[in-house]
């Protein structure tokens, strides 16, 4: 079976770093810097980078939009009962593409086709051949309009959860796709301040 050049890209870059993984296989399983980032999925983002982590360092979830999910915050409880950490930030950032379509948008492009959609200056169109499916209908899939707001929201549902100890505080930025800079929403961190 020949492989795609992703493939054959990801298996020759996975290569290198085993040859120079060294002591990391020690790493203990709880994070060194008791700390977990909510973030978005983004390929502009790269946490490790912009909040200078390393292995082992901090659990890093993401997800579309860096939204407070019920996966995520299953994630987040997993992560300070079992794991200890002590700390929480919730990281959204600017031209975020979940701005660029809602829930109603979604469901009639997926029960339309299943394959990749397009948008130009008259919004979002399917050039997919059917089948679609409904089920796109029965998902919240998260969107916002105000991506400030959106992190406000995230740190407000979070702090407001029956499974988050008031003890954890929960933290609030925005990330600079342009510049790379974490803006805190100080009323998000206001929200999330531990009692």
Same mark, same amino acid.
């Given at each position: 079976?020949?492989?795609?050049? $992703?493939?054959?890209? +990801? %298996?020759?870059?996975?290569?290198? @770093? *085993?040859?120079?993984?060294?002591? #990391?296989?020690?790493?203990?399983?709880?994070?060194?810097?008791?700390?977990?980032?909510?973030?978005?999925?983004?390929?502009?983002? =790269?946490?490790? /980078?912009?909040?200078?982590?390393?292995?082992? =360092?901090?659990? $890093?979830?993401?997800?579309? !939009?860096?939204?407070?999910?019920?996966?995520?915050?299953?994630?987040? $409880?997993?992560? @300070? #009962?079992?794991?200890?950490? /002590?700390?929480?930030?919730?990281? &959204? &950032?600017?031209?975020?593409?979940? $701005?660029?379509?809602?829930?109603?948008?979604?469901?009639?492009?997926?029960? /339309?086709?299943? %394959?990749?959609?397009? +948008?130009?200056?008259?919004?979002?169109?399917? *050039?997919?051949?059917?089948?679609?499916?409904? %089920?796109?209908? #029965?998902? =919240?899939?998260?969107?916002?309009?105000?991506?400030?707001?959106?992190?406000?929201?995230?740190?407000? #549902?979070?702090?407001? &959860?029956?499974?988050?100890?008031?003890?954890?505080?929960? @933290? !609030?930025?925005? @990330?600079?796709?342009?510049?790379? /800079?974490?803006?805190?929403?100080?009323?998000?961190? %206001?929200?999330?301040?531990?009692?």
């Amino acid at each position: 079976m020949n492989k795609s050049p $992703v493939v054959q890209s +990801v %298996e020759k870059a996975n290569a290198e @770093y *085993v040859a120079s993984f060294g002591e #990391k296989g020690k790493l203990p399983l709880p994070p060194s810097c008791r700390f977990s980032v909510l973030t978005c999925m983004d390929a502009r983002m =790269d946490p490790a /980078k912009f909040a200078g982590l390393s292995e082992g =360092d901090a659990h $890093v979830i993401r997800n579309a !939009g860096g939204r407070a999910s019920d996966d995520a915050i299953r994630s987040l $409880v997993i992560s @300070y #009962k079992l794991l200890g950490t /002590k700390e929480f930030f919730v990281i &959204h &950032h600017t031209d975020c593409g979940m $701005v660029l379509f809602n829930n109603q948008i979604m469901g009639d492009l997926l029960s /339309k086709s299943l %394959e990749q959609a397009v +948008v130009d200056e008259n919004g979002w169109r399917d *050039v997919g051949q059917g089948p679609g499916s409904p %089920e796109g209908a #029965k998902i =919240d899939w998260l969107t916002f309009t105000d991506d400030r707001q959106a992190v406000i929201d995230d740190v407000k #549902k979070i702090r407001n &959860h029956p499974l988050i100890p008031r003890s954890i505080p929960v @933290y !609030g930025y925005l @990330y600079d796709v342009r510049s790379g /800079k974490l803006e805190e929403i100080k009323e998000a961190t %206001e929200i999330g301040k531990a009692a």
